[in-house]
T-cell receptor, first 116, second 114 residues
Framework: DGGITQSPKYLFRKEGQNVTLSCEQN?????MYWYRQDPGQGLRLIYY???????QKGDIAEGYSVSREKKESFPLTVTSAQKNPTAFYLC???????????????FGSGTRLTVV | AQSVAQPEDQVNVAEGNPLTVKCTYS??????LFWYVQYPNRGLQFLLK??????LVKGSYGFEAEFNKSQTSFHLKKPSALVSDSALYFC????????????FGKGTKLSVKP
């Protein structure tokens, strides 16, 4: 079955450490996205990528970094510069915006990051 | 600029009663509208979408939504609520004339009591 996989489901980070969240999709989607969700809050866009080797900052990119070396993969690194990283992180993908604008997003099941 | 509003943070209904979760939008062109549901500690799941055509859209789990162009609304409805419908619901919009990302509302928490 096609889908989008996030790992790990739970992640614990010590203060000052960088951590990387994995996001892999086998849907052949061109675009991929990272969102942050805080308790009782909506979704805030961190980074997105519409094509391999290109990505754009979202609304809250500070303290995060991404790469898009393969179409299937869009890992998110939470750096030590992110002062309040405890949150639920969601990855999503969609077909090319240029040709499939009427498609929505497919979401992964999320990674819960906790700073200890 | 595109925007979407969900005016209610929480909606409470009794099991068996009809439910409505409200959504209004603002786009410059024709809208593409979506509803998603999120259960605790899970990703968002697609419920339904409006692209064009019939203003009443039917989706998963017995949900439907009514597109109203004059009121720029896309309210989610279900004739008879179940306790298992309790979740967080997100409305999203994309301007059909743009190449922009989906814009999500802040979400509405639906609580269905037995």
């Amino acid at each position: 079955d096609g889908g989008i996989t996030q790992s790990p489901k739970y992640l614990f980070r010590k203060e000052g450490q960088n951590v990387t969240l994995s996001c892999e999709q086998n849907l052949n989607h061109d675009a991929m996205y990272w969102y942050r969700q805080d308790p009782g809050q909506g979704l805030r866009l961190i980074y997105y990528s519409q094509i391999v080797n290109d990505f754009q900052k979202g609304d809250i990119a500070e303290g995060y970094s991404v790469s898009r070396e393969k179409k299937e993969s869009f890992p998110l690194t939470v750096t030590s510069a992110q002062k309040n990283p405890t949150a639920f992180y969601l990855c999503a993908s969609s077909p090319s915006l240029n040709t499939r604008r009427h498609y929505g997003y497919t979401f992964g099941s999320g990674t819960r990051l906790t700073v200890v | 600029a595109q925007s979407v509003a969900q005016p209610e943070d929480q909606v409470n209904v009794a099991e068996g009663n009809p439910l409505t979760v409200k959504c209004t939008y603002s786009v410059s062109g024709n809208p593409y509208l979506f509803w998603y549901v999120q259960y605790p500690n899970r990703g968002l799941q697609f419920l339904l979408k409006y692209i064009t055509g019939d203003n009443l859209v039917k989706g998963s789990y017995g949900f439907e939504a009514e597109f109203n162009k004059s009121q720029t609304s896309f309210h989610l409805k279900k004739p008879s609520a179940l306790v298992s419908d309790s979740a967080l619901y997100f409305c999203a919009v994309r301007d059909g004339g743009s190449q922009g990302n989906l814009i999500f509302g802040k979400g509405t928490k639906l609580s269905v009591k037995p």
